[in-house]
């Protein structure tokens, strides 16, 4: 009695598989078996409407952290600008450059290029959960931006502030999904109550698309902030990733 060999396709990570695929079904699965739909499809194809206005908004040189496949590196290099992109995942930095984008497999809580100098730093596609704690996440964008420099985060469409383990699965069944790893979901209110307390200035913030999005200003002076314990995370996009370090919310 022969034993059926698995695709290798199966065995793939779940993310990187839907990746290569440009489209899902990818959720990101809480522990009590709660799931929350990634949107593969829009992060995997051009910047839209949405995103171009968010990108409008960027000043300076541009970190996207969890930059998942690259849309929104491509559309700024496409500029002209001066953007780079990190994901701790391999695929979706392959694609970000493959599409034309400048991107590291880099975790925001790495060393990276440009440290206290960039002018703009993006949390998109629910980013803004990586690590799973925000304040952390919040002091270490800090310290990447130049003083007085800009964060433009993308919140939850509901309001809410939690923390959770969670993994990335393209099924349901949790034994075809990623190791678990923290992430946090965050609504408007609950960003700005963060970031008041983290020393962040209020810029402005709105709908479109059916999302949301929050502005800050980091301190116009340097601060020596605490820093934070590194942490195995992922895309927002990769969920988070949430995109997709990229939700997922990853991209």
Known sequence: MSTA???????????????????GPLFLRRSDGWLLPLDVERWCARADATDRAVLDRCEGAVLDVGCGPGRLVAE?????????????????????VRVGGQALRRSVFDPLPGESRWGTVLLMDGNVGIGGEPRALLDRVAALLAP?????AETAPVDVDERAQVQVVGVTDARAGSRPFPWARLGTPALLGHARRAGWRAADQWTAGGRRFVALRSRSTSSAAETPKRAAVISSQRARNPSVESPAPHR
Not at 77 to 96: H, K, M, N, Q
Not at 148 to 152: A, K, Q
């Open 5 to 23: 060999v698995p695709s290798p396709w199966a065995l793939c990570d779940p993310y990187a598989a839907a990746l290569r695929a440009g489209r």
């Open 76 to 96: 700024l290099a496409a500029r002209g600008r001066t953007v780079l992109g990190i994901d701790v995942s391999e695929a979706a930095v392959a694609r970000a």
């Open 148 to 152: 007085g420099g800009l964060l433009i």
